[in-house]
Nanobody
């Protein structure tokens, strides 16, 4: 089982990034997919989630209206489009997969928002 995140980096406030998470080794279409993040010195927190079929999404209040989660079943990939980034969005972003008590985490990708 692998979840491999990519797309992180350094961006100025107000900028955009798109994170990707490529999944392999499990039935991607069965899993609820989510993004979490962890800033230095803070606990890991929920960012966004998308249902297995992609019909339902949910977001943390702090990112609503700025971030969009989506998934591509053909590519076994989940995305996080991040717009209007703020310095407080700086964190390591993790991909998370969950289905019937089984879960998997990616290794994380660093996002730094700074001028």
């Amino acid at each position: 089982v692998q979840l491999v995140e990519s797309g992180g980096g350094l961006v100025q406030p107000g900028g955009s990034l798109r994170l990707s998470c490529a999944a392999s080794g499990f039935t991607f279409s069965s899993y609820i997919m989510s993004w979490y993040r962890q800033a230095p010195g803070k606990e890991r927190e929920f960012v966004a989630t998308i249902s297995s079929a992609g019909a339902e999404t949910n977001y943390a209040d702090s990112v609503k209206g700025r971030f969009t989660i989506s998934r591509d079943a053909a590519r076994n990939t989940v995305y996080l489009q991040m717009n209007s980034l703020k310095p407080e969005d700086t964190a390591v972003y993790y991909c998370y997969a969950f289905f019937r008590g089984r879960d998997h985490w990616g290794q994380g990708t660093q996002v730094t928002v700074s001028s």
